[in-house]
């Protein structure tokens, strides 16, 4: 369980500033083999951010899947396709695109320092606090065998949530299955079959042509 | 660490993958840059789930067992999120090594050259 503590924060800062460096690096060197290893680092990072905020399962896919998979399968096309991409052409668009992007962060900073999000911490601050209070000390079935126990401490046994130190504590990877063959049922079959039309359509368009044009 | 800070950086990041979409012509750097993209918009998600709580725990009442699972459904988007990227990115170099194959630079404009 993570505390939000000030090492906790500076920790998240460091970690932040490596993922934006990375990724400037990602955009801007002109050597593309470097770019593909800066982008397998801002995975990296981006994978300590899901673990630091309690989302253990979302970070070890991260690391399994883009880490893992799409970084080597970067750095293969890299590497056969190195002489066809020595060096990355700057397109004639670049003071548009980055007027573009600037608007668009500027828009985004505009918008979240704006809207006033209902986060857990002004719960706390505010008279609301009773009603989390409730919540306080006792089971909850989750349909599928298994409880859920709220505790009002800072010390998190297996399987519980906590709403207490600013944040819902929750072992995502048993709920995340049960999601699975539940309410996400049909679009978990779906991606399984998205997964496999990427699989069989990758392999036709990398295929060499025929002499008689038969697939 | 708050709720603020990592909307800002998810903002960071998709601004930087948009920049590198539209300033490179080089195919496999634009992928790069859709991946930042995509990165970003997840840690939006789990960041989300994580600092809201689902609308119907603050309900007067029981509470039903959904409301406490649906905390989690930020979780569930990253998860189709990233099975959707991976599909995406493993496309995207199929058609690079098609490009590669009638032309001998990887610019984006001549993607159309792949279909004789």
């Known amino acids: ?215 | 660490m708050t709720l603020e800070n990592l909307l800002i950086l998810s903002a960071a990041l998709f601004s930087i993958g948009i920049y590198g979409v539209l300033s490179n012509r080089n195919f496999i750097s634009i992928i790069m840059s859709l991946e930042l993209i995509f990165n970003s918009l997840v840690i939006a998600g789990v960041a989300f789930s994580r600092f809201i709580l689902p609308f119907g725990i603050l309900d007067e009442g029981d509470i039903h067992s959904s409301t406490l699972r649906s905390a989690l459904s930020g979780h569930m988007f990253g998860i189709f999120i990233i099975a959707v990227a991976a599909t995406e990115a493993a496309l995207a170099l199929a058609l690079v090594f098609a490009l590669s194959r009638v032309n001998k630079n990887l610019n984006i404009e001549n993607v159309s050259e792949i279909r004789e």
């Open chain 1, 1 to 215: 369980m993570i505390e939000n503590s000030f090492f906790m924060d500076l920790i998240f800062y460091i970690v932040s500033a490596v993922i934006i460096s990375l990724s400037i690096v990602v955009i801007f060197i002109s050597d593309i083999f470097r770019a593909a290893i800066a982008l397998a680092g801002t995975f990296l990072g981006i994978a300590v951010v899901y673990f630091m905020l309690n989302a253990e399962f979302i970070g070890a896919v991260q690391i399994l899947v883009y880490v893992g998979a799409i970084s080597v399968l970067m750095a293969f096309a890299v590497m056969f396709l190195r002489t066809l991409s020595k060096s990355a052409t700057p397109s004639s668009y670049r003071p548009f695109s980055l007027i573009i992007s600037v608007l668009i962060f500027i828009s985004f900073l505009i918008g979240i320092y704006n809207i006033e999000w209902k986060t857990i911490d002004i719960l706390d601050d505010s008279y609301d606090k009773n009603i989390l209070g409730t919540l306080y000390g006792k089971y909850y079935e989750l349909g599928y065998g298994e409880h859920i126990y709220i505790s009002s401490s800072e010390n998190l046994d297996s399987g519980l949530l906590s709403v207490e130190n600013k944040g819902v504590f929750i072992d995502s990877t048993s709920i995340i299955g049960a999601y699975l063959v539940q309410e996400y049922l049909l679009a978990f079959q779906i991606i399984g079959l998205i997964l496999v039309v990427g699989v069989v359509g990758g392999l036709l368009i990398m295929k060499e042509p025929d002499k008689d044009e038969t697939l």
